[in-house]
């Protein structure tokens, strides 16, 4: 049977992919403030034995709508934003098996600090952390991280080609610094660490130049398990060459579809397979006890909805100034250096469907769960949508964004998850160990470090290779 799982997706802000709904009397993302928010939902999620809660982040504005902030600042679109690492740190001291998938960019934090912070979370997650890689799609975080004299083309696929080399230093500060048993702590000889069992990694590159030796001792899982979200042509390579999970996010299910085929391709030409990566997809499921009150809720939330918020919204992802058209224009035509894969799954679609969307339609889709569909019914009625949508494309999950928080993610639990377990497709225990183990607990040999098949293990010693990071075989969860 398919086994179906679940991640929840949240941004450390106000409006994450549902603009206006901050307004309904039972939302309380106004309290992304208050770390009791996040340690409750925290704790809730891991009663639904969700895989984790993932953190979207951005560093810059949606300033493209109108070449103005002010839309955005207007529907809280994703601003204000505070920074998400401080909020895992909190999560995970209230709960036990919850994973927690990290964004941050890559263009925007040297990688040797950054490789210690990494370090210190999956310490204190007890090897819980997950890190979602983004290069940058936004204009304004460029703008506002430049040094003096630096020139930035923020070009799509150059920014994937700093990215390459970004891994490459963690992988050799995280993997081939330090030997797995390099630390002692011996009371009676009164040596800590084995200096001959620490090295440099002598990184001289294209953009970075770290000479010296990872100032952390290794970590339960050494490297997170990585995550990526760039599903455009650029993007899938650097996904088969580096991704554990993948999140994709396409309005039909045949634009999800082609997205995993190219995946599974592009994996295979990386010496990986489909069974090497977790993908899951975007959506948002509103439900209730049954079909009339989930309709009726569904539609209550939609009148909520700002529209403007939205297209802000969409204007930043699909890198094309909405304001500029006519709510009855169709999106064709567009060229975008922010989120490829956004604007291809719309146009796609659109020939698929023999169509073409308006910006109105789009503005309507975007308005509740963004770039990914919305999916309306009791839980059993739920439960065969997101079976049929398995099915038809091959995905392992979905990433849940929320119309109201924590209340969407409160309605699956208590409606969907159980009809899911009762058909035996959903968990109804966590796995042991890390999360790289609980992701993929049914193949054979997994352990804590990342497979010998995935390109951070060309930079490990052989003093770390041990029964815990043997390679990953067998069926697919």
């Given at each position: 049977m398919t086994r179906i799982r679940f991640n929840a997706f949240d941004m450390n802000c106000v409006v994450h992919q549902s603009p206006g709904l901050w307004r309904h009397p039972e939302d309380h993302s106004r309290d992304y403030t208050d770390l009791r928010y996040w340690t409750d939902l925290a704790q809730l999620l891991e009663t639904g034995y969700f895989d984790g809660l993932f953190l979207a982040d951005v560093l810059g504005l949606y300033d493209l709508y109108g070449a103005s902030p002010d839309a955005a600042l207007r529907a809280a679109a994703q601003v204000p934003v505070n920074d998400p690492l401080p909020l895992v740190r909190a999560m995970?001291?209230?709960?036990?098996?919850?994973?927690?998938?990290?964004?941050?960019?890559?263009?925007?934090?040297?990688?040797?600090?950054?490789?210690?912070?990494?370090?210190?979370?999956?310490?204190?997650?007890?090897?819980?952390?997950?890190?979602?890689?983004?290069?940058?799609?936004?204009?304004?975080?460029?703008?506002?991280?430049?040094?003096?004299?630096?020139?930035d083309t923020f070009e799509?696929?150059?920014?994937?080609?700093?990215a390459d080399e970004y891994l490459e230093v963690l992988y050799k500060l995280w993997e081939g610094s330090w030997d797995q048993d390099a630390v002692l702590a011996d009371p009676v000889s009164g040596v800590y660490t084995d200096p001959a069992k620490v090295r440099p990694i002598n990184h001289a590159g294209t953009h970075y130049t770290v000479p010296g030796i990872h100032v952390s001792e290794p970590s339960p899982q050494r490297t997170p398990v990585i995550f990526q979200a760039g599903a455009s042509s650029r993007g899938s390579t650097f996904a088969a060459d580096h991704a554990e999970a993948v999140f994709v996010a396409a309005p039909t299910k045949e634009a999800l579809a082609s997205t995993v085929r190219t995946?599974?391709?592009?994996l295979a030409d990386a010496g990986r397979s489909r069974e090497d990566v977790v993908v899951y997809a975007l959506l948002t499921v509103i439900t209730d006890a049954t079909e009339d009150a989930a309709r009726a809720k569904a539609a209550e939330y939609r009148s909520y909805i700002d529209h403007e918020g939205a297209?802000?919204?969409?204007?930043?992802?699909?890198?094309?100034?909405?304001?500029?058209?006519?709510?009855?224009?169709p999106v064709v035509g567009i060229e975008s250096?922010?989120?490829?894969?956004?604007?291809?799954?719309?146009?796609?679609s659109a020939g698929e469907e023999g169509r073409e969307w308006t910006v109105r339609e789009v503005a309507e889709f975007g308005g509740i769960g963004g770039l990914g569909p919305v999916v309306v019914g009791s839980g059993e009625s739920v439960a065969d949508q997101l079976e049929n949508w398995?099915?038809?494309?091959?995905?392992?999950?979905?990433?849940?964004?929320?119309?109201?928080t924590p209340g969407t993610f409160r309605d699956v639990i208590d409606h969907v998850v159980p009809v899911l377990q009762a058909r035996g497709e959903y968990p109804t225990t966590y796995a042991p160990g890390t999360l790289r183990e609980k992701l993929f607990a049914d193949r054979t040999g997994a352990g804590p470090l990342v497979p010998h098949n995935h390109s951070a293990a060309r930079y490990r010693p052989?003093?770390?290779?041990?029964?815990?990071?043997?390679?990953?075989?067998?069926?697919?969860?």
């Open positions: 995970a001291a209230v709960t036990d098996n919850l994973g927690f998938g990290l964004t941050t960019g890559t263009a925007f934090e040297h990688p040797f600090p950054f490789a210690r912070r990494i370090s210190t979370l999956d310490h204190l997650t007890d090897g819980r952390l997950g890190w979602n890689v983004v290069t940058g799609y936004l204009p304004s975080a460029a703008e506002n991280t430049q040094s003096r004299g630096q020139l799509h696929d150059t920014r994937y080609d700093h995946l599974t391709a592009k297209l802000t919204l969409m204007s930043g992802w699909m890198g094309v100034d909405f304001s500029s058209f006519d709510l009855d224009d250096n922010a989120i490829q894969s956004a604007v291809a799954a719309f146009q796609r398995v099915e038809a494309t091959g995905v392992d999950g979905f990433n849940l964004a929320y119309a109201v052989a003093s770390t290779v041990s029964a815990a990071s043997q390679p990953l075989t067998g069926a697919t969860s």
